[in-house]
């Protein structure tokens, strides 16, 4: 089924006007036509099924049929922080883990980041993956769009007194090598937490500052396996261990 | 560590002799030069330290050191077989699923293969693939390289009076809605085998005869969650589901 993202809509709506982007997208790409069928759904959630009414050279009326219970979401909300990896690396960490269900993405600049900080001083990423992560919803059956936050330092992970994180477990995805260290706590000995804070590192992994900080922050460590993944493919695969712990919903 | 792929190494040898691509990789490449440490391995599971010797034109030789204890493989040797996808989704295939640690990758036509018959008929992918999976054997650390079988209609997977199966298991990969069947066994079920094989379907999923053959043949079936995936990232988190199960090693 065709679907459509519709930050806006109204939950009393009866007609929703799609405009700009996505009615392009409908019109051009999809070629739908009046009278099929296309979900649409608000990215925090929410989903209805329309069917196609009038289509203009700018817009395509959708009338509201009905809500519809969207796909399910996990019930650990996980936010995965990752290190910044360059343009179609990271395209391809936000559609994965779009697909895997997280609830929000925060990339951030740890001491191994190798991309040029000209390419993310202004936060230029942030409307791309946005809209690589709507893409993603669309095509995986999500109702819900990952938040995509601002770069920041890791250490602006952290909860402030001003800000207390939402997070009750904080995970760190280490290297095989890593994981030798006596006081790394093991992440599957931790509980199901409703929240969770998921880190990756980019492509050169952790400092050993870094790794100590998770230990005195009083991260758990999850190991990837003894063999090396290339960093694009570490969060669809820690996000699996998750899953398959926890479950898919 | 740069690590070499010698196919036909010998055991007893003190010094390799590295020609052609490989040769030309080291030198123009990586540019390794004399005195550097180079690992050696030979795809089936055996590796060397060796330390580079003398450089010409078109040759490197590699003075053997010792055998090293190689990354461990998996327990359960999985054999992937997976849908034929266009060529770039179908590299990344290779690659993940050498990564994620299969033992052999069987390239299958199946009912809903979208990807025209020209593009396989003759087996050109075969090389290609062996090659992709060399370039992701050195990077992840493995000493072994998954054969790459000839592509195969989906039946020919199935052994013959003649030709009995490795495999004591088998495991189909099936979209959310395929698993509503009362008849589906899940995988999580079943004792861990020596030896599985993994069904993986091509971009349309599986067809209902295809679906009805695997529980005819007494398949279990696997879940990858109620989000729907994209062909190429099947087999990762397949693995990654295996290997949580199973154990990584």
Known sequence: MTRVYVPDVQVETLVVEVVGDEAHHLTRVLRVRAGDSVGVFDGRGREW??????????SVSLIVEREVSPVPEPAVRVTLAVGLLKGDQMDAVVRDATVMGVTAIRPVVTDHVAVPSK???????????????????????RAVVPTIAPVTPLVGLWPTADAPDAANLTLACVEPAAMQ????????????PSAALLLIGPEGGWSGEELAMFTERGAHTVSLGPRTLRAESAPAVALTLLWAAWGWT
Do not use: E, F, L, Y
Request: glycine share 12%; charged share 25%.
């Open 49 to 58: 099924r329309t069917q196609v009414g009038a289509i203009t050279k700018s």
């Open 119 to 141: 390419t993310w001083r202004d936060n230029r990423g942030q409307a791309r993956w946005h809209r690589v992560a709507v893409a993603a919803a669309k095509q995986c059956g």
């Open 181 to 192: 260290g006596g006081t790394a706590r093991d992440w599957r000995t931790a509980a199901r």
